[in-house]
């Protein structure tokens, strides 16, 4: 039962932990690439792209997923308020790495009220965008299964990964000052282990597989959404960031906006590109160019020299005001 | 549950009303969602509010909270009127065709024989007419007049689409659409299966929300098939297992019942006891009761159970009333009459019906004890926390012993899940700091009292002096010793009764199951239907094969289900008459010429010819009831009722108020209030980032569900100027609470005939104590009344008044 | 006294033989080294952040969280000591006439041809423009920096915003370095000017080639008011 | 890898071998620590595995209980980590928010650790020792069912009722648990006996 690997109905839970020690199965030599290291060796070896997808048209928005995700990564997200919703804590955090977003929705269409409930965190992005935009060497890495993990170790907490995310995820700690997010559960998956929030999904609206099963199963449940007459489901894999590794089944895929805001073709900001582009491409060549330039035209045209005659001028222009004594010397 | 949470993958169609399966029961309502990919089942939700169940249906209809009664009954007639109906199964698996009597009858909400000053009914007229050979009258044709099916059909006639909409608040059109979708499944080869929790239960006529939908699902054929059934989605771990061993006022393990003071003794308890058929060769299983009850006798006092002292059936406490339920308990409690009070990891100042009683009540105790692994409100009743509980200390008197308890990952057990599932768990960790377990504490209290006794004597000590005990550490039994108990043994070599060579148990010996058990002494059980989870085989409900054949989702290696590992009760009911399922791509048992074969152990005697042995071998007819007969206080039908508290009169009878039979104390029944002072209905319910008033005190849970809140629609909080996420206070005839508002367009006004009924949802998870922000249940506002028949409170209708206040600003 | 045109108080004839002109005061000079070094260690600590081929940089400060740390202070160091230097030589920054003509014969200035120059005062259009370009970049990447300082202003604006922010602080940045680089090339090539900043004072024959003007004010001055 | 990377890259951009050595002498190491880092170590490497069932609703998931030494072999153990058991039937490994944060209930901060009592009038709890509690408790029971038992009513029936004391069982407990609770109060006479199936 726990090995079956019937893909129209995957299981995340595969197998239970290990305990035994292993070696851990995801290291540097996976890394496809790292922030600010821009001549990264290839990888030792290709690891198959895994992804994770979350069917929210299957999601009962439990939260088992946030329960899961705090108690796996020893998080502890702040006890808050009720803001008048049942979004809780009210916003991802540094403590709170995957959220539900709940959203109400008269559908014009059939005039039926529907609750929309999505999971939003890291969507481990084919193209990272915070990848690209930070200025740490190895603070963030992306291995060639597809996940995008920060590295705290290496991260300065500049902030620039929350310019540089098109879906407002990473969160900075204000008291380790360090970037953190959904790591895809990295440690788990490194030892043959679905996510925390994927294992214990109750509905198996989340699960996690190879990117290829998981678009195949989607597939099935886009099917199975037409025929419940959701004619505009669909999946969101967004190419403007060259697809995620976190995907979704959506049952108004036209409408990706009706889920809390998920943005309807997310890319990387026009505005961060030109940033980590041209800008500085340009710039260091401009700044080299100066330098270079400066010393060259230095060495090449003579400085600009005081002459005698010079001195001479200045002189014989402050001589009347020369003291008495001088003069009669 | 009839059937398991992994047979609900078999089903073609769930209906969740009573109920919020996703919600309260996510990892069983798995099995929906599997049931709707795999099968591609359809889900119904009918509730009060858009709910976390109905985010995922695929048909919804709202309803007015305490009307499910005109629902249901609206629905069989409406099988009834289009001829959806499992003909063969109606006609021979329920009483549709016995005859009975002329006297009863229905008129006004009120069945035959009703009276007002007793608030009881005479029952005599709801029976069958018995004939000279003390069978009961049946017509098989359906066609005499006073047959249960005429008299059902005339009952329900009652029940239409219009009056749906006028008390339930239904558009009609939806409740139409709804009742195609459950007409679908009276095909044999269609079943539908029914979820529900304390939506239906926490009425005033809880029971007959439940029989409602039970005599439905009868005449679409749907009980004891894969994918169908009754399934009551219990709400703590081992509920199930507390009322399986009978751990209540009136119960004896294994559903026997405690004497009353009509049984002055044995001969009178028993004759009242073993059922004799009531149609020719049916088994009428409890014929067997003596054997269980003698059992108990055994187990409880062994040697000094004798055939002489009656197996010392005076030791067992004789009720003078129903019940000493907890309601009764509280009432007693606040008229000064009960001293002592123990709460074993129970918290009842948040779940029980108007804290302020309970609050008083338990301030006129001498003492009280609570074990618990938490700190909870009840031990701290006495602690002033501001207007969360506003109590004066000092005048309190009450002393409070709070001790220590281990929680489930320190000690090793049984639970029997929702399915009967009887499953062993080991403790994993070390107790903190010195709590103990309740087996440990329980025989501290336990030897202590036994030696005041022997040192000091003192009235009728011999049910404590002789009570078994002999256990290899007196200060604490094992858990292995205690389960060896409830499933029990034999004190004599144990014989076939048809064979007397035939040894079944050597004296000393685990008894196999309960066939095995005896009224004779030779035997002894704790807990008969248990009979067969610790036998000589060793311990069944550590067993893990969760190997799964045919994938029917039965899982017969997994653990052990009562009784007799059976997972599907009734499932004979799966089959025809001749033996032969209804749904041959379904098959749970069939006969294959001599005895029940297939994937479930069957619910019949293995070689019961199909033609001959009814279905329901609990029943002394043999087959269910769509009549009860005389075994439900307030009718043999489901009548409508409304709330104690409602905004709307009675259609049938305005006279009428709540259940005419639920019991009522004087002081309560002035606390009632009408819809001219509290114009709003209140519902109250669980929320799934929480366990009752548990995971307050858990930091990841309390992050998930900070802090308390009411939810009421748009519509309302725009007429009384309410904000989302502003303060409200929501106050009933009987107490008042503050929270914080989530305004929603999940919950919509309901129009019920020319009234307009605005519900407000309470959730139930705050109190003062733990990590959570404090706050307070919906139990300060619950009128203090509970079912007719297993009194429980009546939590999910009354009335409120909400207005919006000031408060700190929401962060 | 008589009205300054073209020199500030300080400025003076120091000695005559030969001529010495004090050019700046020590306060002056001490701003000006504070600005130095605080423009050079943001310019070291956000280049280290501006490029992966300098972030060893951060080793200069002790690895990338404190440069990440400092760099921000460094900046409010940079606006406060800049502004303070700003109050003193925003007025003789003004553009004048002759500036034009100056600019117009840029040639004549890199070959050196400074007779073919019209006479200035204490600044040619070359400084000015040093000076308020220092001046507008520093307040952009003040503002900018503000609006993506992480550590205290996490809300201060909209993502978008923080977006724009911080390409405007990188192009400010690459900027202020281009003319960091002009300001401190020119005082090189331009012999005789360094010592303004180190002794405070610059020789006749500098402030007569370049700054005529200037000269022949400060000269003037110690005629009407001959020393007692 | 890496380390060999950043120097080239370093470098190229010093341009000069000396400067390379004196600036690498000032913290170059920040890029290092890269390369050693990746994945957290997996955090239920040699822990002790016991199953167990879900205490909340009666789903009765299956679960997983990870902890620090060994009960079974009589160490202590520190409960570390639970999560769903993958092999049972009902849940496969899923658990519910409640179920996937058990941990952090055995862990509560507001869990008991110590017998206490709460004297008449007085506003706060006292600790006081197993012996004390117990006996008083037994005391009472005795005292009161001395003097409120029934032992037959106005007909003259055997009753042998106690009304006067209560008993509210745990839904929570295990059937052993029950069991022992029901002999104990049954015994006595006690017929205000209830659990939470009422509500």
Known sequence: MTTDPNLDSPRTAVSNPPIQPMPVNLGPGDVVRASAMPDLPAPTRELTPVAKLIDVSKCIGCKACQSACAEWNDTHPEIGFNTGSYQNPADLSDQMFTLMRFNEYENPETGDFEWLIRKDGCMHCEDPGCLKACPAPGAIVQYSNGIVDFISDNCIGCGYCVTGCPFDIPRISPTQHVSKKCTLCSDRVAVGQGPACAKACPTQAIVFGTKEDMVTHANARVEDLKSRGYDKAGIYDPQGVGGTHVFYVLQHADKPQLYSNLPADPKISGVVESWKGVTKTVGLAAIGLAAVGSVLHGLLSRGNRVTAEDDREAKELVEPSLPAQDKEA | MTNSWTDIRNTDLVIVMGGNAAEAHPCGFKWVTEAKAHRGAKLIVVDPRFTRTAAVSDYYAHIRPGSDIVFLMATINWMIQNDKVQWEYVKNFTNAAFIVKDEFGWSEGLFSGYDAEKRDYDKSSWEYVVGEDGFAQVDMTLSHPRCVWNLLKEHVSRYTPELVEQVCGTPRDRFLHIAGMIGECSAPDKTMTSMYALGWTQHSKGSQNIRGMAMLQLILGNIGVRGGGMNALRGHSNIQGLTDVGLMSNLIPGYLNMPTEKDSDWATYMSKKGFKPLRPGQTSYWQNYQKFMVSFLKAMWGDAATAGNDWAFDYLPKLDVANYDILRMFEMMDKGQVNLYFCQGFNPLLSFPNRGKLTSALSKLKLLVVMDPLETETAHFWENHGEHNDVDTASIQTEVIELPTTSFAEDDGSLVNSGRWMQWHWAAGTPPGQAQRDTWIMSGIFNRVKKLYQDEGGPFPDAILNLTWNYADPHEPSAEELAKELNGRALEDVYDLKDPTKLLAAKGKQVANFSQLRDDGSTMAGCWIFSGSWNEDGNMMARRDNADPDETGAYLGWTYAWPMNRRILYNRASADMQGKPWDPTRKLIEWNGEKWTGYDVPDISPTAKPEEVGPFIMNPEGTSRLFTRGMMRDGPFPTHMEPFESPIANVFNPELRGNPVARVFADDLAQFATSDEFPFVATSYRLTEHFHYWTKHNRINSALQPEFFVELSAELAAEKGIEKGGWVRVWSKRGSVKAKALVTGRIKPMQCGDKTVHCIGIPLHWGFMGAARKGWGPNSLTPFVGDANVETPEFKAFLVNIEPIKGEAVS | ?228 | MNIDLSRRGFLRLAGAGVAATSLGAMGFGGAEAAEQAHVRAFKLASTTETRNTCTYCSVACGILIYSKGDLAAGETAEIVHIEGDADHPTNRGSLCPKGAALKDTVHSQTRLTQPRIRRPGSDKFEEITWEEALDKIARALKDDRDANLIQKNEAGVTVNRWTSTGFLAASATTNETAWLTYKVVRSMGIVGFDNQARV
């Not at chain 3, 940045?173 to 401190?184: D, G």
């Open chain 3, 1 to 228: 006294m008589s009205k300054r045109y073209y020199s500030q108080p300080g400025d003076r004839i120091k000695e005559f033989n030969p001529v010495v002109v004090s050019r700046y005061r020590g306060f002056t000079r001490a701003n000006h080294w504070l600005t130095a070094f605080s423009l050079i260690a943001l310019l070291l600590s956000g280049m280290a952040l501006f490029s992966p081929y300098l972030y060893f940089l951060t080793g200069l400060f002790g690895g990338g969280q404190t440069t990440r740390w400092l760099h921000p202070f460094l900046g409010v160091l940079l606006f406060f000591s800049f502004l303070v230097l700003f109050l003193q030589l925003w007025r003789l920054n003004l553009p004048k006439p002759e500036d034009v003509t100056w600019v117009e014969k840029i040639g004549d200035v890199v070959k050196g041809d400074e007779e073919k120059l019209p006479e200035l005062g204490k600044y040619n259009a070359g400084q000015k423009f040093v000076f308020w370009a220092m001046s507008g970049l520093i307040v952009a990447l003040v503002v900018s920096g503000v609006m993506i300082w992480q550590q205290y202003f996490p809300d201060l604006v909209s993502i978008p915003a923080r977006r724009w922010a911080v390409l405007a602080h990188s192009l400010a940045a690459v900027a202020i370095i281009l003319v960091f680089i002009l300001h401190v090339y020119a005082a090189i090539w331009t012999r005789g000017t360094i010592s303004a900043m180190t002794r405070g004072t610059v020789t006749g024959g500098w402030a007569w080639r370049h700054h005529r003007k200037w000269l022949r004010e400060l000269a003037g001055r110690e005629r009407r008011d001959p020393a007692e």
